[in-house]
């Protein structure tokens, strides 16, 4: 299974919910999980400074990021699409056309959007909101 989580950069809210679920993956589920961008206006940059810290402040740990935007081979392969907000979603459709692997990341849970903290400055926030959302993906796919 192939699972990628998309926000508009790839700096910010992606890659903390690509961290999170890789660190739930016991390694043995057969689930593959990368986060991409919509845009190109963050390609090869790392995870923003705030949200680093974020991170840190929870002892997640997390390898060097390179932002890079989700690519048609990755859509093909894709069995699920978590996207952050609807204009994440306009993107992906104006990129690859309407699709059924598209989800809104809190779509097992409440059901609402991600801000982007990157303009919110709320990045302990979209933090605990990705890590909830994050789990009740991983319950669903996992069937736990």
Do not use: Q
């Not at 409440?110 to 302990?124: A, F, N, S």
């Amino acid at each position: 299974m192939n699972i990628i989580f998309v926000c508009h950069g790839n700096i910010c809210r992606s890659p903390v919910a690509e961290v999170l679920f890789n660190n739930l993956l016991k390694g043995n589920e057969g689930i593959k999980c990368i986060s991409r961008a919509t845009s190109l206006e963050e390609i090869g940059n790392d995870i923003y400074p705030p949200m680093k810290r974020v991170l840190l402040s929870h002892n997640v740990k997390y390898n060097r990021h390179y932002a890079s935007r989700i690519t048609n081979a990755e859509f093909v392969d894709a069995d699920y699409i978590f996207y952050m907000d609807n204009n994440n979603l306009r993107y992906l459709e104006h990129l690859f056309g309407p699709s059924k692997k598209y989800h809104l990341i809190s779509e097992y849970d409440d059901g609402l959007e991600v801000e982007d903290p990157w303009y919110t400055g709320r990045y302990e926030y979209v933090y605990s909101l990705i890590e909830k959302y994050v789990k009740a993906i991983y319950k669903k796919v996992t069937n736990e």
